[in-house]
Every structure is written in C-alpha cells, then in structure tokens.
C-alpha cells in the first residue's frame, strides 16, 4: 500500500524549536520508514511551509497513493486543505504530536484524528491503522454491521461490487487530552487503534477510537440506568430538544433524503452532534452506542471514499427504529 506522508509549516524544525521527545523531522521521517518497511507501506513524504504546496502534492499524488496521512501543523484550520482533501477522495488519517488549541478543520475530511503527546508514536499508530487493512474496500465496514455483533469473519463476507461503497472507516474522537489530560489519557488514544484493527479484521462493528478522554467525558457519557429522556444534566448543557434520540438522526437522514438538507449540512450536522456526545450531553438511554456509530458514519457519509447511498441511509433508519 502506498501512502503520502504530508508535513506542515515549521515541522522542519521539529526538535529544534521545542523540546520534542520524538527527535528532529529527519528522525521522524526515519521512523516512518522504518515502520513502513515492517508494515510493508510504501512512502512518499513531503514537508512543506506553504499551503500552496501541500495542495499541489495531494493534487499531484492522488492517483499515485493510497491514503495520507497529514500532520497539517499550523494549517489545522485550513477549509483550502479541507477541500483539498475531500477532493482527493481518498482515505486520510490527521496526526498532531500535541493536541491543537482548536478544533482541527483538516480533521473534518479525515476518516481519523490521532493525537500524541510524546514522541512520534501517533504517526506510527496511523501507519497501523493503514496497515490494519480499515480502508480496505475489502474489509466490510459498519454501513452493513452497525449496531449489530455478527461475529463472522471477514473472510465470510462477499467482496463489495463496483457499486458498493467502501466501509465507512471511524473516527478519532476529536479530543483535547491536553485539557487536563495526562499522559495516560493519550496512551488510551493509542490502544483503541489496535483494537479497530483487530475489529476490522474480525469483520464486527469498528471501535470508535478516542472515545472517552477524559475522567469526566467517561462519567457521564455511560448510560446511566433510569436516566431520564430529556432531563437537561446541568445548566448551560443540552435541552430536550438538542437531546440525542434516534428519532432525531432518522428525522435528519428523512431531511437529507427530502433533499432539505444537503450531504455536506448532514455530515456537519453529524459532527457537531458526535462532538457533543463525547463531551458528555446525553444521548437517548439505553441507544448510546448505535448513536453514535450512526453519527461516525453520517459524518463521513459525503466524502467520495465513505459516501452513503440513498439505500444505505435508509437502511441506517431502519436500525435506528429497530436498535
Ligand atoms: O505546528 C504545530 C505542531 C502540531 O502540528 C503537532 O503536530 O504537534 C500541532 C499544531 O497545533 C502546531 O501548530
């Protein structure tokens, strides 16, 4: 599998502008070939200072690679480099040594976000993930398990036809462990990568990596048995009528199928509603996970590598009556 590597502004002075545990960029890149050459990926890396070019690049190796794997650095708020991405189409993995001070709009068009605090092992984690066969269209994706452990391997799965999207791969949650966070908060962003690897392979429901970041998020994102719909959790949180229910994701697909919402308004949508979840708003008691695979594939459901069907959307509401 061939991957394109792509490096941000300044990341040239990787280890010399700050005390990076990780080394200098041409230490890095040396652990990525070096972790290729075991995965069996082959790398194309650039590094560069300028937008323009990093456009350029994915422009130029998009029939060339596989998938990417960014670090956009400073560039994490790029809608240029967004775009750029969503229209290359193909599967892309952003990594950050730390966790930004924002929200990543880069990420918007990643199938996954990885976050590190020391060292170069998110960059490692993400060849993993590539490696781990997630993006393969062989590998058949939660459009058809979500919500339901079929337990078969993946091998007992027909391969998709022409006409069949490739799986809908997750998401990172997008998490700021560095927001209280500790060290072992990240070590967590880490296992789970493992875990959707194995996941895939077993051909069950993928794992949502970086759920759960945070002592707090954990404690509240469990369902709590008798909780009740509707009931707002504290002030300033979510009211009843922003409260995740699968009534609610169905009325939005309904939308989007009516033409009343666009693909990209439902991936937004989609989004914004995954990132309140993970930051501990309820959801409907009891459906906490079904929600939020649905809202992972959603929000990937307008990019041309994950895009959803009309069938498939439909399907997607049928689990949600049935879940
Ligand atoms: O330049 C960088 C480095 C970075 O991309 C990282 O990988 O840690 C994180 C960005 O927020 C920052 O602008």
Request: with cysteine.
């Amino acid at each position: 599998m061939k991957l394109l590597v792509l490096h941000g502004p300044n990341l040239n002075l990787l280890g010399e502008r700050e005390d990076a545990a990780g080394g200098r960029l041409s230490d890095l890149d040396a652990a990525l070939r070096a972790k290729a050459k075991a995965l069996g990926l082959e790398l194309t890396i650039v590094q560069s200072n300028h937008e323009g070019v990093l456009i350029d690049t994915l422009h130029a190796e998009r029939k060339n690679v596989e998938g990417i794997l960014i670090n956009p650095a400073g560039l994490f708020t790029s809608y240029a480099l967004k775009e750029a991405l969503e229209a290359v189409g193909l599967p892309a993995i952003e990594v950050l040594l730390k966790p930004p001070a924002r929200e990543s709009v880069v990420a918007e068009a990643c199938a996954m976000q990885v976050l590190g605090l020391h060292g170069f092992e998110p960059y490692l984690q993400a060849l993993e993930t590539f490696s781990s066969g997630i993006f393969h269209p062989a590998i058949p994706g939660p459009v058809k398990t979500l919500g339901r452990r079929k337990g078969k391997g993946a091998g007992s799965e027909p391969e998709p036809t022409e006409a069949a999207p490739r799986p809908t791969p997750k998401l990172v949650g997008r998490v700021h462990p560095l927001k209280g966070g500790t060290t072992a908060d990240l070590t967590r962003l880490a296992a789970p990568a493992r875990s959707l690897a194995r996941t895939a392979q077993a051909g069950g429901p993928l794992k949502t990596l970086g759920r759960k970041t945070t002592a707090t998020s954990d404690a509240k994102s469990e369902d709590r048995p008798g909780k009740t719909l509707g009931r707002a959790p504290k002030a300033g949180a979510a009211t009843a009528s922003d409260l995740l229910t699968r009534a609610l994701v169905r009325q939005k697909i309904a939308d989007r199928l009516a033409g009343r919402m666009s693909e990209a308004e439902l991936a937004t949508w989609a989004r914004a509603k995954y990132q309140q979840v993970q930051r501990g708003e309820p959801a409907e008691s009891g459906h906490r996970e079904l929600l939020e695979d649905s809202l992972q594939s959603l929000t990937l459901s307008h990019l041309p590598a994950t895009r959803m069907t009309d069938t498939q959307l439909v399907d997607l509401m049928t689990r949600l009556e049935e879940g």
